[in-house]
């Protein structure tokens, strides 16, 4: 009781020095002494012996107001990305496979999961200069025996101990799809429709990335999960989700002392969250990176809004525009950084390229003005691009680092092209490989008999004795 008011009335009394401070600057100059201004601003300073009367609340403050900006900063300004890669492509095609094992429900609906929805949300993610395509695959396990097998054998059964609101752990039993198992399967199955489709796989069409999507529309007693816990799950090379007959299930999550219900049927915004997750690297918004213990941490704290990455929601899911700009953010550092590994693989291969007695012919083939060109090309995208980043334009900062990354891979063919061919010339025609020229062997030698004979037979001149 006591220590609290004293407290209390030492803060009061802070406060009013503080405010007493700055209603004195506002009405005149400042007139005072540095002295008398650090005794005025000894609530932040301390004053003269900084740290004497800064008090046990001021500390537990100050340091809660550093963690809350540290942490500010490393969710909305620097917020982490996933390991996927995630590569800038001008022409994106989402392939999305719809497979089936009933006829109770329509998978597609605007109750269920709405297609035309799916597609709005991620053109959000879209930049002007990008083109996204959506190619609909529709199947039956019941019709397609392969399917059937990689799903059979991809499908488990385990007890998982669940934390419920009022703190008891409840055993329940959870059906679930191994997505290591499937992923393989459904790999084979992806790349056999793009070999067969010729107008899918565009041979015109470059610069593009093909990203399956994997929806799996169950009809159980038990819903079932991918890896026990998730609707949706973004891997290296697809994204597979599940989609069950259950309008309300309580999920493992709870906000606010009420436990977060999961629409089964419509498994739209798991879906948006993966697929985002697996095209641009942007991770649920309570997931982040420990940089001091080096590991993934999770703070709950940042789980607000309408988001597709906010686990604690269920509302209509759109991307907001911290999410947009850490997606385009994400492009360009996976551009900037591939297009400095492939700029040093170049200049690698130039340093272990080795011009010798033996390759010397083909030293004027050499395209020294073409790679120093290429080289500083690459260098002056990386600034255009860091300074459109800087100035928060990623619309303009996305295709200049797309540029370094084209230009750095030329510099790399030519590089490699130049080192096979200063080889190959000194494979081909060395120098050592010769026949020996005895005739010059006879003239250096007749010439060194000639010069000692010179030195042995002339007659030694006598040097007169001055004295």
């Known amino acids: 009781g006591g220590d609290a008011q004293a407290t209390c009335g030492e803060m009061r009394n802070k406060l009013s020095a503080v405010v007493a401070f700055i209603n004195g600057h506002k009405k005149q100059a400042l007139d005072q002494s540095d002295d008398a201004t650090l005794r005025q601003l000894a609530y932040v300073s301390g004053g003269p012996h900084e740290g004497a ?55 597609l609906s605007p109750q269920h999961f709405d297609y035309a929805k799916f597609k709005a949300k991620l053109e959000q993610l879209r930049l002007p200069r990008q083109q996204f395509h ?41 059906m679930y799809l191994d997505s290591q198992v499937l992923s393989r399967h459904l790999q084979l199955l992806h790349d ?55 309008f309300e299930w309580e999920s493992h999550i709870s906000c606010n002392g009420a436990p977060v219900v999961w629409n089964l049927r419509n498994p739209l915004r798991p879906v948006l969250a993966a697929t985002a997750q697996h095209l641009s690297g942007v991770l649920p918004m309570h997931v982040t990176w420990d940089e001091a213990h080096g590991k993934i941490s999770q703070d709950w704290l940042w789980s607000v809004g309408c988001s597709p990455l906010t686990h604690t929601s269920t509302h209509l899911a759109n ?68 300074i ?16 370094a990354l084209r230009t750095a891979t030329h510099f790399k063919d030519l590089a490699l092209h130049t080192k096979q061919l200063l080889e190959l010339s000194g494979c081909l025609a060395p120098a050592h490989s010769l026949p020996f020229d005895w005739w010059m062997l006879v003239a250096v030698a007749a010439a060194l008999l000639s010069v000692s004979s010179y030195y042995v037979l002339s007659k030694e001149k006598v040097k007169p004795k001055i004295n």
């Not at 850490?326 to 130039?350: F, K, W």
């Open 53 to 107: 009367n800064m008090s046990l609340v001021q500390r537990s403050m100050f340091a809660k107001v550093g963690s809350l900006i540290e942490t500010t900063q490393r969710q909305l300004i620097t917020p982490s990305a996933s390991s996927l890669p995630s590569p800038y492509k001008s022409q994106v095609f989402f392939h999305v496979y719809i497979i089936s094992n009933h006829d109770t429900y329509a998978p």
């Open 134 to 174: 959506f190619v609909l695959h529709k199947y039956s396990m019941a019709e397609d025996q392969a399917l059937a097998v990689a799903y059979a054998n991809a499908l488990r059964s385990s007890v998982v101990a669940t934390l419920k609101v009022d703190g008891r752990f409840v055993a329940t039993k959870r």
């Open 192 to 246: 056999h429709l793009m070999e067969s489709d010729h107008d899918i796989q565009d041979p015109t069409v470059v610069d593009r990335r093909d990203i399956p999507i994997f929806l799996f529309s169950m009809d159980f007693p038990l819903p079932v999960f991918i890896d026990k816990h998730y609707q949706a799950r973004a891997l290296d090379d697809m994204v597979i989700a599940v989609q069950s007959d259950e």
């Open 319 to 386: 991307f907001s525009a911290t999410h947009v700009d850490a997606a385009h953010r994400n492009y360009i550092v996976h551009s900037l950084a591939d297009s400095i590994r492939t700029v040093n693989e170049g200049v690698a291969a130039m340093a272990q390229a080795r011009l010798n007695h033996d390759n010397l012919h083909a030293s004027g083939a050499v395209p020294v003005d073409r790679l120093v060109q290429m080289h500083v090309s690459v260098k002056l995208s990386w600034r255009k691009a860091l």
């Open 388 to 403: 459109a980043a800087h100035r928060l334009n990623y619309q303009d900062a996305v295709p200049h680092v797309h540029q």
